[in-house]
C-alpha cells in the first residue's frame, strides 16, 4: 500500500504537470487536454478506492479491537485536516483569484488600446502605400512619353529619383520588358500574379504583402499607355520594402490583436478550463494528502502499537517478546528501552520461576509426606488461627476442615461442638507453650460418629510465630491393651472360676441326694431347692466362663468362599417367630465372600438376638435386614425399631461387660467386632429414626470385602 500510494503520488504531479501546460497552450476541447483530464480522472478515482480500502481496513481492525487502530484514526484525521482545510482555503482563493483575473484581461481599455495600435500601423501603411501610388502615377506618365527603347534607361532614372527599391515593367500578359532593382542581391523582381495583373489594367492596384523570407514589401501595380506604333498597355510594378521596425511592429500588433480576440471569443471555456484544471489539482493534492496520510499515520503508530502489543505480552506474562527496531530517534530509543526491560523482565521471571519452583518442590515434598503420614497435622499462624491440614486430620476427626482456615479453636468449637474437647486441649496446648517454651503432650477423648475416638496428641512452636500440632487416632491401640487385657482377664477367670465348679456342683448333688430321704419333708424341699439353686447358678457360671473362653480364644478364622445371602436367608429361618417381624432386602448382585462360616453364623446369631431381645417392648415389633455392594464391598445392615442405644453407652459398644439387659454379659457386640476385624472388615453402631411409626432405633452396619476370584 505505501509503494502504491507514492507510486499514485508521482504519477499525479506528472499529470499535473502535464495538464498544466496543456491548459496554458491549446482550449478546453484540445486532444491532448482532454486526453490528460481524462488520466487525471482516472488517478481521482484511484486513489479514492485506495482510500475507501484503507479505511474499510481501518473501520474492521476498530472493530475488532486491534491495538493502535483508533490511535491511526486520530492521527489521520489530524493529518487528513491539515491537508484538507489548507488546501479548500487555497482552491477557494485561487478559483476566485483566477476568475477575476480572466475577467481583467478582457478590459475595455486594453481592447481599444490593441485596437487603436493596429489602426495606427495600418494607417501609417496605407500612406506609404498611397505615397509608393503617387510615384507609380508619375513614372508612369512619365514613361507614356518616352519612346519603347528609352524606357530602361527613363525607369532607372524614375526609381532611383523617387527612392523606389524595385521598378519594373511589364507586357499585359506578365512579360519583363525593363528591370530597374536597387537590391545588389536580387536578380529578378517578385512576379505579380495573374489575378493581380488583371486588375492592374483597369485601374492602379496596390497591396501590402510579404515576400518571401525578406519581409514586408509595398506592392504597386499602375498601367502605362504607350505612344508608339502598337499602341499596347503596359503595366508597371513598383517593390517599396516597409521599414523592418514598423514591420515587425505592425505584424507583432496585429498577432496580439488576434490572440485578443481569440482569447475574448474563448474567455468562458477558458475559465472552465482554468477551474477544472484547479479543481483536478485540488482532488488530487487532497486524495494523495489522504493517502499519505494513512501511511504516515500508520507509521507513526506502528511502533506505539507495537510497543502497546509488548505491554499487553508482558501483561500476559510473556516476556520473550522482542519488538522490532525502529530507527534512531526517540522512538526507537523507546523500543530499545522496552526491549531492556522486557528481558530484563524475563530474566527475573526466570529466576523468580526457578525459585518457585524449588518452593513448590519442597511444598510438594512436604505435602506429599504430609499427605503420607498416618498422624494428623494442624498449622496455626502467629494469630492462633488455622493455616493448613493434611488428609490425615480428616480421617481422625472425620471432618474436612476447609471451610474452617482461617478460624480460631474458640470459632472452631462454635461450628463444630462435638470437637471442642480436641480445639480446647490444642489452645490449651497453645498458650501453655506460650509461657513453658517446650513441647506440649495431651491424650483427648473424642466422641465421633463411628464411635469414641482416643487422640494423642504433641504440639510445638514455629520459628515464625505460628503453632504444629501432631496427632494420632490411639483407639485402636488403646483398644488393642484393652483387648489384650479383658482376654488375659478372661483367660485367668475361665482358668480360676471353672475348676471349682464341678466339685461345687457334684458335692451339691452328692449332698441332696445323700439327705433327701434322712430329712424331713419341709427341710428336704428346702433342701432341694438350694440344691437346684446352686446347681443352676454353677451353670450361668460355667456359660459365663465359655463365652470369656470363646473372646479369650481368638481362634483362626477359617476363610473360604462364602454366599452372605444364603447364610442370612438361613439363619433367619431360625428366628421366624410371630411376634418379631423381619423385612429382608438383600441384593441381587452376587455377595461372595471370603468367611468363616462358623463365626459368621455366630455373628448374626448375635446380631438377631440382641435385636430381639431391644424389641421386648415395642408395639409393633420390625428387623430390617439389607445387603448391597458399594466399591467392592458387601455392606449389611441390621436394624430394629426398639430404641437404639442408650447416648452414654455410645462411646463403649464395643467393650467387654457393656450391656443394657439385666442378665447379659457384654461380650457379644465385642465378640462380633472381633470377629469381623479378623475378616479385614469393620462395623459401625448409630441410633437412626426407624421409618415406621416415627420411633428411634439401632442399625449395626458391616462392611466386608468382596471376593474377587
Request: net charge neutral; charged share 20%.
Amino acid at each position: 500500500m505505501k509503494y502504491i500510494v507514492f507510486t499514485s503520488a508521482l504519477l499525479g504531479g506528472l499529470l499535473l504537470y502535464l495538464l498544466s501546460n496543456a491548459s496554458a497552450n491549446t482550449a478546453a476541447s484540445g486532444e491532448h487536454y482532454t486526453l490528460l483530464v481524462g488520466l487525471n480522472i482516472a488517478l481521482a478515482v484511484l486513489l479514492v478506492v485506495l482510500i475507501g480500502v484503507q479505511l474499510f481496513s481501518l473501520y474492521r481492525n476498530i472493530r475488532q479491537r486491534v491495538m493502535g487502530s483508533r490511535f491511526t484514526l486520530r492521527l489521520l484525521g489530524s493529518f487528513a485536516l491539515m491537508a484538507i482545510i489548507p488546501g479548500l482555503i487555497v482552491y477557494l482563493v485561487s478559483v476566485n483569484f483566477l476568475t477575476r483575473s480572466i475577467e481583467s484581461w478582457f478590459n475595455v481599455k486594453v481592447e481599444s488600446a490593441l485596437e487603436g495600435g493596429l489602426n495606427l500601423g495600418q494607417t501609417a501603411l496605407e500612406i506609404m502605400l498611397a505615397d509608393v501610388k503617387e510615384k507609380g502615377e508619375s513614372m508612369a506618365t512619365s514613361l507614356a512619353f518616352q519612346p519603347a527603347n528609352t524606357h530602361f534607361s527613363t525607369l532607372n532614372d524614375l526609381r532611383e529619383k523617387s527612392g523606389i527599391q524595385d521598378a519594373t515593367l511589364f507586357t499585359p500578359q506578365g512579360g519583363i520588358l525593363a528591370v530597374s532593382s536597387g537590391d545588389a542581391s536580387s536578380f529578378l523582381p517578385d512576379l505579380p500574379s495573374v489575378a493581380q495583373l488583371r486588375q492592374a489594367r483597369q485601374r492602379i492596384y496596390g497591396n501590402i504583402e510579404p515576400i518571401g523570407d525578406k519581409g514586408l514589401y509595398l506592392r504597386v501595380l499602375v498601367p502605362v499607355s504607350v505612344q508608339d506604333i502598337s499602341g499596347e498597355t503596359r503595366i508597371l510594378q513598383l517593390l517599396q520594402p516597409v521599414p523592418k521596425s514598423l514591420a515587425t511592429t505592425a505584424e507583432a500588433v496585429q498577432d496580439v490583436y488576434q490572440d485578443y480576440q481569440q482569447l475574448s471569443y474563448s474567455r468562458t471555456a477558458l475559465r472552465e478550463v482554468f477551474a477544472l484544471t484547479l479543481t483536478l489539482v485540488m482532488m488530487l493534492a487532497m486524495f494523495t494528502a489522504v493517502a499519505i496520510a494513512f501511511v504516515l499515520s500508520r507509521r507513526l503508530s506502528a511502533p506505539l502499537t507495537v510497543l502497546a502489543e509488548g505491554t499487553k505480552a508482558i501483561a500476559s506474562g510473556d516476556y520473550s517478546t522482542m519488538l522490532p527496531a525502529h530507527g534512531k530517534d526517540e522512538l526507537g530509543v523507546l523500543v530499545q528501552s522496552f526491549n531492556s526491560m522486557t528481558q530484563q523482565l524475563g530474566d527475573a521471571t526466570k529466576a523468580a520461576d526457578r525459585n518457585r519452583a524449588r518452593v513448590e518442590a519442597a511444598r510438594g515434598y512436604l505435602e506429599t509426606i504430609l499427605a503420607h503420614l498416618s498422624s494428623g497435622v494442624l498449622a496455626l499462624n502467629e494469630r492462633s488461627e488455622l493455616r493448613t491440614f493434611n488428609e490425615a486430620t480428616v480421617n481422625i476427626l472425620g471432618i474436612s476442615l476447609e471451610s474452617y482456615v482461617g478460624f480460631t479453636p474458640e470459632k472452631i468449637i462454635e461450628k463444630q461442638p462435638n470437637l471442642a474437647s480436641f480445639f480446647q486441649t490444642i489452645a490449651l496446648s497453645v498458650q501453655q507453650d506460650v509461657v513453658q517454651k517446650e513441647e506440649v503432650q495431651a491424650q483427648v477423648e473424642l466422641a465421633t460418629a463411628q464411635g469414641k475416638k482416643i487422640i494423642t496428641l504433641r504440639g510445638t512452636r514455629l520459628p515464625d510465630g505460628g503453632y504444629v500440632a501432631v496427632f494420632d487416632d490411639a483407639t485402636a491401640m488403646v483398644q488393642a491393651q484393652r483387648d489384650a487385657a479383658w482376654g488375659e482377664v478372661a483367660r485367668r477367670l475361665a482358668h480360676e472360676i471353672k475348676n471349682p465348679l464341678t466339685p461345687i456342683q457334684l458335692s451339691a448333688e452328692r449332698m441332696a441326694h445323700k439327705l433327701h430321704s434322712k430329712l424331713a419333708a419341709t427341710d428336704a424341699e428346702i433342701l432341694q431347692r438350694s440344691t437346684e439353686t446352686i446347681v443352676n447358678q454353677v451353670d450361668a457360671l460355667k456359660k459365663m466362663v465359655n463365652e470369656f473362653s470363646e473372646y479369650a480364644r481368638s481362634p483362626t478364622p477359617h476363610l473360604e468362599s462364602l454366599d452372605l445371602n444364603a447364610l442370612i436367608r438361613e439363619i433367619v429361618s431360625f428366628y421366624d417367630a410371630p411376634k418379631v417381624r423381619i423385612q429382608l432386602a438383600l441384593t441381587e448382585q452376587a455377595c461372595l465372600i471370603k468367611g468363616d462360616s462358623t463365626m459368621l453364623r455366630q455373628v448374626l446369631h448375635n446380631l438377631l438376638q440382641n435385636a430381639q431381645d431391644a424389641l421386648a417392648s415395642a408395639s409393633s415389633p420390625l428387623i430390617q435386614i439389607t445387603t448391597a455392594v458399594y466399591d467392592n464391598m458387601l455392606v449389611l445392615t441390621v436394624q430394629d425399631n426398639g430404641g437404639g442405644f442408650p447416648a452414654e453407652m455410645m462411646l463403649h459398644v464395643f467393650e467387654p461387660y457393656m450391656t443394657t439387659k439385666p442378665h447379659g454379659t457384654g461380650l457379644g457386640l465385642a465378640i462380633v467386632k472381633k470377629i469381623i476385624e479378623e475378616h479385614k472388615g469393620n462395623i459401625k453402631v448409630e441410633n437412626v429414626l426407624s421409618n415406621e411409626a416415627n420411633s428411634s432405633g439401632a442399625i449395626i452396619t458391616i462392611s466386608i470385602p468382596l471376593f474377587i476370584s
